[in-house]
């Protein structure tokens, strides 16, 4: 299933090579795009044709696949980024959802009873899943309002 990757090129690419795949699916195979910001635990990245070798671990918000003046927005969980000297980016997510299909109702409900559960816990269990909750809940609110 591996295959090999081309030779870096001599000059700069003016594309940047993703693939952006979930356990169940690939959302992106081999998509030439101009940039992909992602939501790396040191902060937001943004990653370019002729970015230099990388790997980033990723935390809950915002990726975005930029092409032209199409940009496609997803939220993930969470997951890596490995950034080839290519100019090929392999992006690999827990989970995904594109940000439109989100509800930001459900969001704010979420946020509001995972605040609740944390304020309430008494175990070191409940407070650890209240906060994991509380985390995800505000990265999704984060990544709606922009």
């Not at 700069?12 to 030439?32: D, G, H, I, Q, R």
């Not at 790396?40 to 990723?58: F, K, R, S």
């Not at 939220?75 to 980024?81: P, R």
């Not at 979420?110 to 304020?119: H, P």
């Amino acid at each position: 299933f591996m295959e090999p990757r081309p030779p870096t090129p001599s000059s700069l690419p003016s594309k940047l090579t993703v693939n952006f795949v979930l356990p169940y699916a690939a959302e992106l195979s081999k998509a030439e795009v101009d940039m992909v910001i992602v939501p790396a635990t040191t902060g937001q990245m943004g990653i370019l044709p002729g970015h230099v070798p990388t790997i980033a671990e990723l935390k809950p918000g915002l990726l975005s696949v930029h092409e032209g003046n199409d940009v496609k927005k997803y939220f993930i969980s969470s997951g890596f980024a490995f950034v080839h000297s290519n100019s090929y980016a392999d992006i690999l997510a827990v989970e995904a959802v594109p940000l439109d299909r989100i509800d930001p109702a459900q969001v704010q409900k979420g946020l509001s009873e995972f605040t609740q559960k944390l304020n309430s816990a008494s175990t070191d269990l409940d407070k650890a899943e209240a906060q994991i909750g509380v985390d995800v809940h505000s990265a999704l609110n984060s990544a709606l309002t922009g």
